[in-house]
């Protein structure tokens, strides 16, 4: 039973482009205590955004979360090399949707 | 700066048991609630099992309730991962996390968990 649905799997993107990753819960997430996080191989997941558009401490500004209810949305306004990764959004602080990748393309 | 620093991982045959420890420092940690992970090779962050301040409130993943247990010790900023009838699937990597507040704002950097006979 998924609870999380991220899309969409895979999005590959160039450098400077814009990346928008989408999140859907099975039901409302209260006080949208939803969160994104950015996971690098051989990381551990860094926060990059909680209550589903607060920036964590020294997370630069490309990087914004928006959405409410069911409907999340990650946007990284410019793709730098260094944001090519996993991202995964949480809610409540357990449980994980199954990820979206962001490769170079 | 705050540090989380997982211990007890290792080899364990199937239908045994382990415990692991997590060291806690940096942060007041009577005041957060923590959490435990895992993530198998390849696969994305599982959650576990998580516990408030106090540790009087206990919440587990449907996958692990009944085998493992969560504690803490507030006087030795530690937390704590009982796990019993371990199986092959509970194979991963187990992190140890500070809750921020719906949100794990810190993790440790793990420790690796093989069931195998």
């Known amino acids: 039973e998924i609870v999380l649905t991220q899309s969409p799997g895979t999005l590959s993107l160039s450098p400077g482009e814009r990346a928008t990753l989408s999140c859907r819960a099975r039901?409302?997430?209260?006080?949208?205590?939803l969160a994104w996080y950015q996971q690098k191989p051989g990381q551990t997941p860094r926060l990059l955004i909680y209550?589903?558009?607060n920036r964590a401490t020294g997370i630069p500004d490309r990087f914004s979360g928006s959405g409410s209810g069911t409907d999340f949305t990650l946007t990284i306004s410019r793709l730098e090399p260094e944001d090519f990764a996993v991202y995964y959004c949480?809610?409540?602080?357990?449980?994980f949707g199954g990820g979206t990748k962001v490769e170079i393309k | 700066e705050v540090q989380l620093v997982e211990s007890g991982g290792g080899l364990v045959q199937p239908g045994g048991s382990l415990s692991l420890s997590c060291a806690a420092s940096?942060?007041?940690?009577?005041?957060?609630?923590m959490a435990w992970f895992r993530q198998a090779p390849g696969k994305g962050p599982e959650y576990m099992a998580k516990?408030?301040?106090?540790?009087?409130?206990?919440y587990y993943a449907d996958s692990v309730r009944g085998r493992f247990t969560i504690s803490r010790d507030n006087a030795k900023n530690s937390l704590y991962l009982h796990m019993n009838s371990l199986r092959a699937e509970d194979t991963a990597v187990y992190f140890c996390?500070?809750?921020?507040?719906?949100?794990?704002?810190?993790w440790g950097q793990g420790t690796l968990v093989t069931v195998s006979s």
């Open positions: 940096g942060f007041t940690f009577s005041r957060n609630w």
């Open positions: 516990i408030k301040e106090d540790g009087s409130e206990e």
């Open positions: 209550d589903a558009s």
């Open positions: 949480q809610q409540y602080g357990d449980i």
């Open positions: 996390a500070k809750d921020g507040g719906w949100s794990l704002d810190y």
């Open positions: 039901q409302s997430v209260r006080n949208n205590h």
